[in-house]
Nanobody, 125 residues
Framework: QVQLVASGGGLVQAGGSLRLSCAAS????????MGWFRQAPGKEREFVAG????????DYADSVKGRFTISRDKAENTVYLQMNSLKPEDTAVYYC??????????????????WGQGTQVTVSS
């Protein structure tokens, strides 16, 4: 089992920044992918960013490219999502997720095996 604990959400004005963290613990596989997803009220959960744990290859949703950066700290088993130039449309609950035994980022939430509890991000206009 893998446990994921997300933190760092909050209320910020448009144009501001936040950094989300996701600490992983438990059984850590030799290869896996960490991803961030978000879900706004009345909408489906959508992919935001992902990173391969071993090589650090990243992928982003078009809506956040150039504004968000995903990174990982292997020593701390933590993945981060730095969010800059936030917009009101970024408001959502953000979830971190892990896809094990793979080295390929996927945008499909159904392919992820473990999920954190979610952290609220609210961007005011």
């Amino acid at each position: 089992q893998v446990q994921l604990v997300a933190s760092g959400g909050g209320l910020v004005q448009a144009g501001g920044s936040l950094r989300l963290s996701c600490a992983a613990s438990g059984r850590m596989f030799s290869s896996y992918v960490m991803g961030w997803f978000r879900q706004a009220p009345g909408k489906e959960r959508e992919f935001v960013a992902g990173v391969t744990w071993s090589g650090g290859t990243t992928d982003y949703a078009d809506s956040v490219k150039g504004r968000f950066t995903i990174s990982r700290d292997k020593a701390e088993n933590t993945v981060y999502l730095q969010m800059n130039s936030l917009k009101p449309e970024d408001t959502a609950v953000y979830y971190c997720a892990a896809k094990v035994a793979t080295s390929r980022v996927s945008m499909d939430p159904e392919l992820y095996d473990y999920w954190g509890q979610g952290t609220q991000v609210t961007v005011s206009s």
